[in-house]
């Protein structure tokens, strides 16, 4: 069983970079493949990015494909989403999340067993 957490989100400028980590507790993390989701006010949420448990395969929206990217480092338990290139758009409480799913299920929230509490990202001048 694996526990994420996100810690606090920010502000960003348009145009820039943010890197939001999610650590999770549990001896297994390395077991399980890694999402993030994301939910804007007034909006339903949406699949952002996920990573195999090896890291050996990545999914990202249309979104954000070429923008963010989303590796892993099994040794610190820790996920990460690095955006580039914000936009306000952007702007949601973002989640991350784990699954023992096949990968196939990766953009599915469904497939997640464990959630984090979200963390909130805006991106305004």
């Known amino acids: 069983q694996v526990q994420p957490v996100e810690p606090g989100g920010g502000l960003v400028q348009p145009g820039g970079p943010w890197r939001p980590s999610c650590a999770a507790s549990g001896r297994t993390f390395n077991s399980y493949a890694m999402g993030w989701f994301r939910q804007a006010p007034g909006k339903e949420r949406e699949f952002v990015a996920a990573i195999s448990w090896s890291g050996g395969r990545t999914e990202d929206a249309d979104s954000v494909k070429g923008r963010f990217t989303i590796p892993r480092d099994n040794a610190k338990n820790t996920v990460y989403l690095q955006m580039n290139s914000l936009k306000p758009e952007d702007t949601a409480v973002y989640y991350c999340?784990?699954?023992?799913?096949?990968?196939?299920?990766?953009?599915?929230?469904?497939?997640?067993?464990?959630w984090g509490q979200g963390t909130q990202v805006t991106v305004s001048s």
């Open positions: 999340a784990a699954s023992q799913r096949p990968f196939e299920l990766a953009r599915a929230g469904y497939a997640y067993d464990y």
